[in-house]
């Protein structure tokens, strides 16, 4: 038998209705209905917040990362599946994958459609997150599992606002499907990305800053000028911005501020080939770090941790360098 923990935390999968809309109050509750008669299994559930995905901040995808490091060295489950609201799902997932592991399978689901609506979605994805914590696999680390797709944390995101199937891994797809008989893997994850082992501490003052005409360099100042201590840059393309944009950015590495770059674009990494002000290679001139091809608002919580555990700027470099 396979001990499995359904863990809630709110979301729009434990919604209900009222006059007004859709919330949560105290009836609110997972349906997991779906999964009480699946064979072999024996399921154990907990609430453990009750929040729409909107009010998670980092702190509390921090607390949930180390309650799910504590489910995996107790050795208490043979897996964990994580329901939570859709709009930080992402950030949620990624934090924990950062922080395990990878020798407890956790899977995080939800639903796009709460139980009162039509074609609700949340029974069949908990019945399908269940299944694929029961699957033996070779650490594929923390999953998404939605719309009977699987997907790795560090790739996944929500691409439209209600379709069912919105979470996507743009440029690499699904690691793998759960069909009506069986879990179905097609690719496993080649790298992933972790924190040193120790305690999670997040620097709270990281910023992110997405970029557009005309735009960027003011809010990189006042970043600056606030006392933060790291920034993420949404750059156009390849890693490029405006020259304005550049010199505020040189500003705040002068300043102290560790500034990682990204790019908007949803596939393909920044690269310094362009040398032109504010280029990629003007900006490597002038002291950036780069993402590779991840995306801003996850690396914005792998800085926090990095920060707040206390590394250093060419240590951040070193775990940056394969992206």
């Known amino acids: ?34 999964i009480k008669a699946l064979p072999e299994t024996n399921i154990s559930i907990r609430k453990y917040l009750s929040l729409p995905s909107p ?6 995808m921090a607390d949930i990362a180390k309650e799910l490091r504590r489910l995996e060295i107790s050795g208490e489950f043979d897996g964990v599946v994580v329901t ?14 950062i922080h395990l592991e990878g020798t407890l399978p956790v899977v995080f689901t939800a639903a796009m459609r709460s139980s009162s609506e039509l074609g609700v979605d949340g029974p069949r994805n908990i ?18 599992v939605l719309n009977d797709e699987i997907h790795a944390a560090g790739r996944v995101t929500k691409t439209c606002t209600s379709n069912i199937s919105s979470f996507d891994s743009p440029g690499y797809g699904p690691l793998g499907f759960v069909d009506d008989d ?28 997405r970029t557009a005409a005309g735009f960027g360099h003011d809010v990189i100042d006042f970043l ?8 993420v840059v949404e750059a156009f393309g390849r890693g490029n911005v405006h020259p304005d944009t550049a010199d505020a950015i040189g500003r705040a590495v002068t300043s102290g501020v560790l500034v990682i ?63």
């Open 182 to 209: 069986r879990v179905i893997y097609h690719r496993l994850p080649v790298w992933r990305m972790n924190l040193p082992r120790g305690p999670l501490v997040l620097e709270t003052r990281v910023g992110l800053v």
């Open 127 to 144: 019945r399908s997150a269940v299944r694929v914590a029961c699957t033996e696999a070779r650490n594929p680390g923390v999953t998404v």
């Open 224 to 231: 600056t000028e606030s006392g933060y201590r790291g920034i």
């Open 84 to 97: 939570h609201g859709t709009d930080t799902l992402e950030e949620t997932a990624f934090m924990a994958d």
């Open 1 to 34: 038998m396979k001990k499995i923990l359904v863990l809630s935390t709110g979301g729009t999968i434990e919604m209900l209705r009222n006059n007004s809309g859709l919330t949560i109050d105290s009836a609110s509750a997972v349906d997991v209905s779906s």
């Open 261 to 323: 770059i990204t790019s908007r674009c949803h596939e393909g990494r920044v690269l310094g080939i362009y040398s032109y002000p504010g280029g990629g290679v003007d900006l490597k001139k002038r002291g950036i770090l780069s993402a590779g091809d991840m995306a801003g608002n996850k690396i914005r919580l792998f800085l926090m941790a990095c920060i707040g555990g206390g590394l250093e700027k060419e240590q951040i470099r070193k775990s940056l360098s394969s992206l």
């Open 55 to 60: 009010h998670i901040t980092p702190e509390i």
